[in-house]
């Protein structure tokens, strides 16, 4: 038997051992939440609505445990799981809001004259089971925010949280399951990788969020098993600050940008590009502030643990690569001397990227800048990343922004601000080169987690044989021929057509 240790993050003490699953409990769970989906295909959209309006109530009522939960296991403070208890009931809202028209059947009059008499109507029917595979550092966002939608649709859904911290979502399941009493139509798988593996055999449609290396796996055993994936793969996300911004605005945000969630954030600032004419005063503000942040994880602490020993050793060898070729810190740059997953906050400069730093993700509380000569430095330095997900500008106009914004290779980008693309539910949220696949959030976030089924019949009385079909004879060929040179070449100004 496996079991998952689950320490806090603030000190390394265990919290509790839970047994993990193995393939045959993911089978077995995956065949009851397929027959499951049959009912709840069965009580229609309005009926799933009802359930999904119970459980946000659930939500709002458990929000402070579910909270406390998630700042315990993850060595968080408040703040970070508070904004997940606040975003997952504004995307209920949305989609609760969009569904009913989204599934609507969408009657469709062809364009074609090869489609005279027919009439069209798309279905949207949900895939039986989707698999929502999260990670650590939005515990409930990662998965509820996207099971959602796809129970909305219609589907069954299995989430498998990170191993290292599982238990706001195994609570979040509970509820569904024995404290609103809901349909058994979402399930929680416990495990590592080979957990997230049978899960990706098992499913009809895999929503992942995680690092790139196991991105790929992900996909690779997606595309032998045929299914379609939805992959949020991380990013290194730039910050460009230009002549003429509000500096003292825009070094808030950099700090909280780069250090909110101890800067576990797939689109934390990871990069900042200043131009040189305001790169003494933006840096002179970032330092005094990062100064001020202050670690811990209680309601006194701005920045806490980080996950696991793994992940401190991520950023401890990068900040040390970029000492090693060149870098200066201005404050921070050391492990905190105390029990638990701590990282002094930290600012590099002099950085460029041939440093791990600028190149690789780092999650955790680091902030590298950079000094630029003019905007056109500042874009192509931000471009030239393997990531591409989110940015944020702060220039002299909206308008400037607006310019930069168009030449950034991002899924998202924020003028004056932090991800405020994140809290609207009604905008997609996803990245591309290796930030990931498809997206979240939108209409797209939950039409992906069904397939289109076209239905099309003839709305004038039909011949016992159509004029194509069988027998190819000749008269038959003729009149068939004729109509289709007519059809093939109207707009071509032949036949005065
Ligand atoms: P992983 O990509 O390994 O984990 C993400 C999820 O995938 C977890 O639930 C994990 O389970 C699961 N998993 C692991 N192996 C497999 C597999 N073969 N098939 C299916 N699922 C699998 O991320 P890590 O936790 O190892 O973090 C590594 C790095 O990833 C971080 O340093 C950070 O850079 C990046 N990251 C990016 C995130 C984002 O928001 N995009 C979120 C978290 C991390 P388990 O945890 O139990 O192994």
Redesign the pocket.
């Known amino acids: 038997m496996t079991t ?1 240790k689950i320490h806090r993050p603030a000190d390394g003490t265990l919290i509790e051992e839970i047994v993990a699953h193995d393939a045959a409990h993911v089978d077995a769970v995956a065949q009851r939440l397929r027959t499951a989906q049959v009912e709840w295909v069965r009580i229609g959209a309005k009926g799933r609505a009802a359930w999904i309006k119970r459980y946000r109530k659930w939500l709002f009522d458990n929000a402070t445990r579910l909270i406390e939960i998630a700042m315990e296991e993850g060595g968080r403070v408040r703040n970070e799981p508070t904004l997940e208890t606040t975003l997952i009931p504004e995307i209920i809202d949305y989609y609760l809001r969009v569904t009913p028209a989204l599934l609507e059947p969408r009657p469709v009059r062809g364009s074609s004259p090869l489609t005279f008499g027919k009439r069209y109507t798309v279905h949207r029917s949900a895939f039986p089971l989707v698999g929502v ?6 515990p409930l966002l ?1 998965t509820l925010g996207d099971a959602i939608p796809a129970l909305l649709a219609g589907s069954a859904v299995a989430l ?5 911290n ?1 238990r706001v979502v195994i609570e979040a399941v509970r509820g569904w399951r024995e404290d609103i009493g809901a349909p058994p139509v979402l399930d929680v798988l416990l ?7 049978a ?2 055999d098992a499913a009809d449609y ?1 929503q ?8 790929r ?2 996909a690779v ?1 997606a595309a032998e098993n045929l299914i379609p994936v939805s992959l ?4 290194k996300d730039p910050l460009i600050v230009l002549a003429g911004a509000d500096i003292a605005r825009a070094a808030n945000c950099a700090v909280y940008g780069g250090f909110a969630n101890n800067g ?4 934390g600032f990871e990069r900042v590009y200043v131009h040189e004419s305001v790169y003494d005063e933006f840096v002179d503000r970032v330092v005094t502030k990062v100064r001020q942040l202050r670690s811990g994880v209680d309601d006194h602490s701005d920045v806490g643990a980080l ?1 696991h020993p ?2 401190l050793q ?1 950023v401890d060898r990068q900040v040390r690569d970029a000492v090693d070729k060149g870098a200066r810190i201005l404050t921070g740059g050391n492990r905190i001397d105390r029990p638990g997953n701590w990282f002094e906050p930290t600012v590099l400069v002099d950085v460029d990227h041939s440093m791990a730093v600028m190149r ?4 955790g509380p680091v902030l590298p800048i950079v000094r630029v000569a003019d905007a056109d430095e500042a874009i192509r330095l931000a471009n030239d990343s393997e990531f591409g ?1 989110s940015a944020s500008v702060f220039a002299a106009t909206v308008a400037e922004g607006k310019r930069v914004a168009d030449r950034l290779d991002t899924g998202a980008v924020s003028i004056d601000d932090f991800v405020a693309n994140m809290v609207c539910a009604d905008v997609p949220q996803g990245g591309w080169k290796k ?2 696949v498809g997206s979240r959030l939108s209409e797209t976030g939950l039409l992906k987690f069904t397939h289109t089924k076209v239905v099309a019949a003839n709305w004038i009385p039909t011949l016992d044989n159509d004029v194509f079909w069988f027998p190819y004879t000749p008269a038959r060929r003729a009149v068939f021929g004729a109509a289709a040179r007519l059809i093939q070449g109207r707009g071509s100004g032949r036949f005065g057509l």
């Open positions: 998952l595979i999260g990670a650590w550092n939005f990662l498998k949280p990170s191993e290292v599982p495990g590592g990788g080979e957990v997230g593996s899960l990706v895999i992942f969020t995680g690092s790139v290396a196991t991105g796996r992900v055993r949020e793969l991380g990013g576990q954030v797939c689109m996950i793994p992940q991520i690789e993700e780092t999650f997900l930030s990931g």
